[in-house]
Nanobody
Framework: QVQLVESGGGLVQPGGSLRLSCAAS????????MAWYRQAPGKQRELVADITATGRTNYADSVKGRFTISRDGARNTVYLQMNSLKPEDTAVYYC???????WGQGTQVTVSS
């Protein structure tokens, strides 16, 4: 059974930063594309960013230049560094393994003064 465990969410002021982590119990971790999605209240879940096994990245237009996705094969972990956060970034953020359609439990990010 694959497990994706997110951490790092919280409350931050506009302009602040957070780093989300997702520890994946999938093997071999290094061959899979990993992704971060988010879902705001009353809205559909949307792709934030993904990263392939070779490190190629893709971002939603709304986060380009502010968010960075990365992965650490030694730790089986994917990260989402979020800078210059805006109130519209408030959402539950989910880690996703597209290959097998696994989802983490989600971590809340709230951007508010």
């Amino acid at each position: 059974q694959v497990q994706l465990v997110e951490s790092g969410g919280g409350l931050v002021q506009p302009g602040g930063s957070l780093r989300l982590s997702c520890a994946a119990s999938v093997s071999p971790f290094g061959i899979y594309t990993m992704a971060w999605y988010r879902q705001a209240p009353g809205k559909q879940r949307e792709l934030v960013a993904d990263i392939t096994a070779t490190g190629r990245t893709n971002y939603a237009d709304s986060v380009k230049g502010r968010f960075t996705i990365s992965r650490d094969g030694a730790r089986n972990t994917v990260y989402l560094q979020m800078n210059s956060l805006k109130p519209e970034d408030t959402a539950v953020y989910y880690c996703h393994l597209p290959y097998a359609s696994y989802w983490g439990q989600g971590t809340q990010v709230t951007v508010s003064s």
